[in-house]
Nanobody, 135 residues
């Protein structure tokens, strides 16, 4: 069974930084290959719809960023540890949300062509980790 487990959320002051991690497991056991999956980060603020942040083709390493994440957030992956990370800097109160990682078979090349990463493109989801940007 595929599992995605987020960690690293917490309280951070405005202007601060935080690094989220997503541990990915169960793909091989489920007959799936991470070669064909993009691991994405999403966020959902109270009362708001879930929105995409960034995605990385797990094996190839290609990336896609939503406009809101460009310049402040960096997505990466560690093939040895089967983890994906989201390094966030210059955080603002508006970044307060539950952050989710998710796996989908739509490549970053398609996301670039589409211009976004809608949640419906993703098949597997973690439980989320809360990021609270507040003084």
């Amino acid at each position: 069974q595929v599992h995605l487990v987020e960690s690293g959320g917490g309280l951070v002051q405005p202007g601060g930084s935080l690094r989220l991690s997503c541990e990915v497991s169960g793909f091989e056991e489920s007959g799936l290959s991470l070669d064909y999956y993009c691991i994405g980060w999403f966020r959902q603020a109270p009362g708001q719809e879930r929105e995409g942040v960034a995605c990385i083709d797990f094996t190839k390493g290609s990336t896609f960023y939503e406009d809101s994440a460009k310049g402040r957030f960096t997505i990466a992956r560690d093939l040895a540890k089967n983890t994906a990370s989201l390094q966030m800097s210059s955080l603002e109160p508006e970044d307060t949300a539950v952050y989710y990682c998710a796996a989908g078979s739509t490549s970053t090349a398609v996301l670039q062509a589409v211009g976004s990463m809608p949640p419906r493109f993703y098949d597997y989801w973690g439980q989320g980790t809360l990021v609270n940007v507040s003084s």
